[in-house]
């Protein structure tokens, strides 16, 4: 069974995400948005100024652009965008299950009021919650940008959630235009020789079933002689794409 392309089923992308393997990034740029956070955090006492709860917002904001800025480094997140994606970033990371944009959005409003208008800064009771608020989603982005998420394998799961002899391990390229390759044992009934709607094209360089591939072997002992193994290059359509991005973004470790 051998061909250059083949199909394979979108409904594997609902498998179950699990984290494979993971670059790390830089410490100096994962800390410098908790640096401007500390900086912010000592500008305000119980006295402090007018000026000085000004800066502690200015700073707060500096700290959630940063990181921000740094999701963006390490993911290209804007490249896979799809056209009905949200238009404001903190709303397309909302999208993709990242953040909760809408008390970030405050804080970005009350800067720009200030910045722009000559508004008075919050004050000292509201500029704690600020720092509080802002500290809460370095917290929860921790983890996308501690490390990169871009190797991981979607495991299918029976009824009892246990899983199976069919998984599909999924590698993103970030710095090569999200380039997506994928290996792994999948049922005969997802894979198509042929297009067909909600199947995705496979570029493959190795595929066979177990029973031409494994006969009389005692490798693979789990799979039936119709369970089909790949490797190859996936081309996928932007929303799949993107839907398996978001899946390496949440996949459990």
Known sequence: MESKVVWICNSIWDW??????????SIEDRLRAYKLWEHAEALLT??????????VVSNLKRCLNQRLKFIEYVYSLKKVALRDSPKGYLEYLESLGLVR????????????DIEHNDAPPPSTDRCKELLDL????????????????????????SENDEETQYWLSIDIDY??????????????????????PDFTLVE??????????????DNHKDKLDSDCWLNGTLKPTENSRLRLIRASLHASI
């Open 101 to 112: 944009p809408y008390m970030l959005k405050q804080l970005m409003l009350i800067r720009n």
């Open 46 to 55: 119980e006295d402090s100024s007018e000026f000085s709860r000004v800066d």
């Open 175 to 196: 710095d090569l235009d999200h380039q997506i390759k994928v290996n792994g044992w999948v049922p005969e009934s997802c894979i198509s020789m042929e297009e067909k």
């Open 16 to 25: 179950y995400p699990e984290i494979q393997s993971y670059g790390f990034t």
């Open 204 to 217: 493959v360089k190795d595929f066979g079933s177990k029973g031409e591939r494994w006969v009389g072997t």
């Open 134 to 157: 802002t500290w809460y989603f370095l917290k929860s982005t921790d983890s996308f940008v501690s490390w990169c998420k871009h190797d991981f394998i979607l495991r299918d799961l």
